[in-house]
């Protein structure tokens, strides 16, 4: 069975400052992996995904995401924070064969000023 | 507009008495799941569909039946509500291992 950890349960950063949130998962095989955002009231919206090819990754609204194999991590970065970034983070692996998702527990990110 | 919805968004109910959530997409996605959502715990799955009148459980499918007799719809049924059940819940779709749609959630108390 393939899980997600996310370490880090909450992270405060200043606004215009980087960001990196972590995500490790265990699959025995090469994994379908994502992340998604919550901001909050809201539902789930996919910042980007990574299935094969080059394993660093661009999404939308500045995110990216390096894959590494060696590491079994897929770490989401955004060089520089808005106010509007402040939201919860999810990691997700997805199975090759009948393609379940498993979800990281998530991280919470505060923007202050 | 390619969209998945909930229904009810919000509902406030009373232990053991049945409810159902309904979830439709409009996609002609072949999977579709539920997935409930708490503080600390990210979203887990609950039940799972690859296709019409195939379903499987998720990783938390006690308390809860689902039902895939249409493809567009999957509905979440809580036969006997508890008050542990008090969650918020999430219906999901998609194409194989292509990007999943979620839709908006149904916030449920369970008193």
């Known amino acids: 069975a393939q899980s997600v950890t996310q370490p880090d349960i909450h992270i405060t950063v200043s606004e215009g400052a980087s960001l990196e949130l972590r995500c490790n998962y265990s699959?025995?095989?090469?994994?379908?992996l994502f992340w998604y955002v919550q901001s909050p009231g809201q539902g789930l919206q996919l910042l980007l995904k990574?299935?094969?090819?080059?394993?660093l990754v661009q999404g939308i609204k500045g995110f990216e995401a390096e894959f590494k194999r060696s590491q079994s991590s897929f770490n989401l970065r955004k060089p520089s924070v808005h106010w509007s970034d402040a939201a919860e983070y999810f990691c997700?692996?997805?199975?090759?064969?009948?393609?379940?998702?498993?979800f990281g527990a998530g991280t919470t990110v505060t923007v202050r000023a | 507009e390619a969209q998945v919805t909930q229904n009810p968004r919000y509902l406030i109910t009373v232990t053991g008495k049945k409810l159902t959530v309904t979830c439709s997409q409009n996609?002609?996605?072949?999977?579709m799941s539920w997935y409930r959502q708490d503080p600390g715990l990210g979203l887990r799955q609950i039940y799972y569909?690859?296709?019409?009148?195939?379903?499987d459980k998720g990783d938390v499918p006690e308390g809860y039946k689902v039902s895939r007799k249409e493809k567009r719809n999957f509905p979440l049924i809580l036969e006997s509500p508890s008050p542990n059940q008090t969650s918020l819940y999430f219906c999901?779709?998609?194409?194989?291992?292509?990007?999943?749609?979620f839709g908006p959630g149904t916030r449920l108390l369970v008193l």
């Open positions: 999901a779709s998609r194409y194989r291992a292509e990007t999943q749609y």
């Open positions: 699959y025995g095989a090469t994994p379908y």
């Open positions: 996609m002609n996605h072949e999977y």
């Open positions: 997700a692996v997805g199975r090759v064969n009948d393609y379940k998702l498993s």
């Open positions: 990574y299935f094969s090819g080059d394993t």
């Open positions: 569909s690859m296709n019409v009148e195939v379903t």
